[in-house]
């Protein structure tokens, strides 16, 4: 391949540093002349006049593309080699397998969400991956036991309906579950009591005895009668009545119908002679009440809930109550009966303050925001500590600004790439190598051409 070039050649014995600066893939060699060039070889080749100053530089190279033709690596040229640097293939969903085929590139396949129990319902959810949620076995039948058997599904097992009851008879409804229906034991007779026993009826004739001898007991329609024998002697200062089923005739009794006195009856007449109540006690008031005697104390309620009331001798002492808790921090009082203790209140408005009492006296202690670190302002801010960094930045962009032990520190940025060919320095906080040799070998050829 011939390729023209009249401009002035330079000659490079670093294909890298050609390739950096015409800005071409990889090199393998490089010629150049002034005129023609004749370079055989596979690849690729080019010409390229490159400015220099005021000067042109015409260049024939050849270089290698670096293309793998495969879609799974990504091609760049590093120190003049070719790199293929696999690709990641990650579209962030659970619910597909990730890989890369070398023809097409990236491939997400969805995946299977399976687990082999047929009592959960199997999907997939992009956030979390394979969702696996137990079904619900509910044949609104009460009268079956739902369960989930994880071979088959949903089993609907008949209850079994038994009371253990021979009186009952025992279904299933399918919307109530077990019914126990009792057995129909009525033999139309209303003076037996009808029941079931084991199983069987039995009629049992009703016990109309009222256990009283004096009464002839008997069964009417299904009630009891019970008839009083008549024990009437005709004798009417005695009251006739039946003992043990022989009539007993009882002296009248005389009562006034005031139970708080003694009756009797005196010569066919009666008497009633008041009972006398006195405990020998003066702080009680005594009375009859309902033929008993009643000994209430005295009523020494002073209306007052905050004094102890009692009787002495007769007479009503209502004593303060005592309301001391002993705490000098609290006002002692009583409300209603009870014993009030009020913390008192020690709040001087201000937040960065912790308020307490302290033998009766408010202290206010200012709280302690010292984190321990000598680089922070600390401070109280609205009650709670507020710890606010120095500020060291001295407001150049080439320096590292810091806080040793409460003092700035600026540091240079160190800008030294170990190359004794290249001129180090920071220019806004970035930094700069500009290499001088290569331009200075560059411009030598040049200029003595």
Do not use: Q
Request: net charge negative; with cysteine; glycine share 8%.
């Amino acid at each position: 391949m011939k390729k023209k070039c009249d401009e002035i050649v330079k000659e490079f014995d670093d294909p890298a540093a050609l390739a950096a600066w015409i800005g071409v893939g990889r090199l393998n060699f490089v010629t150049s002349t002034k005129g023609t060039a004749n370079i055989d070889g596979p690849g690729n080749y080019d010409s390229r006049i490159r400015t220099f100053g005021e000067e042109k530089i015409c260049v024939t190279y050849y270089y290698e593309p670096c293309d793998d033709d495969n879609a799974c690596t990504t091609d760049s040229v590093v120190d003049n080699k070719c790199v293929h640097t696999p690709i990641t293939c990650d579209d962030s969903n659970p619910c597909t397998a990730d890989s890369c085929d070398p023809a097409k590139g990236c491939v997400f396949t969805p995946i299977t969400c399976d687990d082999k129990n047929a009592c959960t319902e199997d999907s997939c959810d992009p956030a979390e991956g394979c969702v696996f949620t137990p079904i619900v076995c509910d044949d609104k039948n009460a009268c079956t036991e739902d369960s989930c058997n994880p071979d088959t599904g949903c089993v609907y097992t008949p209850i079994i309906c038994d009371d253990k009851d021979a009186c009952t008879v025992d279904s299933c409804d399918p919307v109530e579950g077990c019914v126990f229906t009792p057995i129909d034991c009525d033999d139309g007779d209303p003076c037996t009591i009808d029941e079931c026993v084991d199983g069987e009826c039995v009629f049992t004739p009703m016990d109309c005895d009222d256990g009283d001898p004096c009464t002839i007991d008997e069964c009417v329609d299904g009630e009891c009668v019970f008839t009083p024998m008549d024990c009437d002697d005709g004798d009417p200062c005695t009251i006739d009545s039946c003992v043990d089923g022989v009539c007993d005739h009882t002296p009248m009794v005389c009562d006034d119908g005031d139970p708080c006195t003694i009756d009797r009856c005196v010569d066919g007449e009666c008497v009633f002679t008041p009972m006398v109540c006195d405990d020998g006690d003066p702080c009680t008031i005594d009375r009859c009440v309902d033929g008993e005697c009643v000994f209430t104390p005295m009523d020494c309620d002073d209306g007052d809930p905050c004094t102890i009331d009692r009787c002495v001798d007769g007479v009503c002492d209502n004593t303060p109550m005592v309301c001391d808790d002993g705490d000098p921090c609290t006002t002692d009082e009583c409300v209603d009966g009870e014993c009030i203790f009020t913390p008192m209140v020690c709040d001087d408005g201000d937040p960065c303050t912790i308020d307490r009492c302290v033998d009766g006296e408010c202290v206010f202690t200012p709280m302690d925001c010292d984190d321990g670190d000598p680089c922070t302002i600390d401070e109280c801010v609205d009650g709670e500590c507020v710890f606010t960094p120095m500020d060291c930045d001295g407001g150049d962009p080439c320096t590292i600004d810091r806080c040793v032990d409460g003092e700035c520190v600026f540091t240079p940025m160190d800008c030294d790439d170990g190359d004794p060919c290249t001129i180090d320095e920071c220019v806004d906080g970035e930094c700069v190598f500009t290499r001088w040799s290569a331009m200075t070998a560059i411009r030598a050829p040049l200029m003595n051409a």
